[in-house]
């Protein structure tokens, strides 16, 4: 533990990793302990398989392309990730208050069973996210500019786990991974070379441009806190 310089762990949602994690005692990290970054992507996916849950059943809702209502408000929760984390309470009660869909609002007779899912899927969120320091600390992403997903390292794990298929003994297991070093570092090289930048698919190009942009204008006070998520889950839309 004395050897350990870590200041951050990026992990996604998996509630052990992330407890063993809080209960390492390090005395080389600042405050005795490990700063855990979630992951951006994980956490959209927990949103959407909650909604899907037994108990919420808002997955089809979600899914339907004509009600934009429900989609652009789960966005918007999304989008609270890349605000300072001082902001995302007070966004959050104002999206609450001014733009849930008027259709699951409470007391609507019409979409009863959706607005009992809808208000299940509220106290989750608040519950689990907002409320629980650790969480809402993890999937926090604002002033990580370089990275907001890991799962570039769930893509390592699979193809590791591909190169072991046989159970190979041991210097078999060392080459493997001395040749699978050699070409992440080929790999990591491409990816940074400018030729490489330049030949990114478009549609990538432009994401990266436009969250740049938006995110710079935040930062200038040309637009406010919900303007920010607003124009966030808009592009997500949009790009899907």
């Known amino acids: 533990r004395e050897t350990i310089a870590w200041t951050h762990a990026s992990i996604d949602c998996e509630d052990g990793l992330q407890e063993a994690f809080l209960h390492l005692d390090l005395p080389n990290c600042p405050n005795n302990r490990i700063t ?23 997955g089809r809702i979600y899914k339907n392309s004509s009600n934009s209502g429900l989609k652009g408000f789960i966005k918007k929760l999304i989008a ?3 605000l300072p984390i001082d902001q995302i309470k007070e966004s959050y009660q104002f999206l609450v208050d001014h733009e849930v869909p008027a259709s699951f ?27 629980n320091p650790t969480n809402i600390e993890k999937f926090n992403c604002f002033n990580r500019l370089d990275y907001r997903t890991n799962i570039d390292m769930e893509n390592l794990n699979l193809k590791f786990r591909k190169l072991m298929y046989d ?42 441009i436009a969250s740049a942009k938006m995110r710079a204008r935040y930062v200038a006070g040309e637009i406010n806190s919900v303007e920010y998520v607003r124009e966030l ?6 790009m899907e």
């Not at 889950?233 to 949009?238: H, N, T």
Request: aromatic content about 14%; some cysteine; charged content about 30%.
């Open 36 to 58: 855990l970054d979630g992951c951006v992507f994980h956490f959209a996916q927990c949103l959407h398989r909650k909604l899907q849950s037994e108990s919420i059943n808002l």
């Open 80 to 82: 609270l990730a890349f």
């Open 105 to 131: 609002n409470k007391g609507n007779e019409e979409e009863n069973n959706h607005s009992t899912g809808f208000q299940r899927f509220q106290e989750y969120f608040v519950t689990f996210w907002l409320e």
């Open 167 to 208: 159970s190979p003994h041991l210097w078999t297991f060392l080459r493997r991974v001395t040749e699978m070093d050699y070409s992440m570092y080929q790999d990591e090289i491409q990816f940074n070379s400018e030729a490489n930048a330049q030949g990114r698919r478009r549609m990538d190009r432009r994401k990266e």
């Open 233 to 238: 889950s808009q592009r997500m839309i949009e």
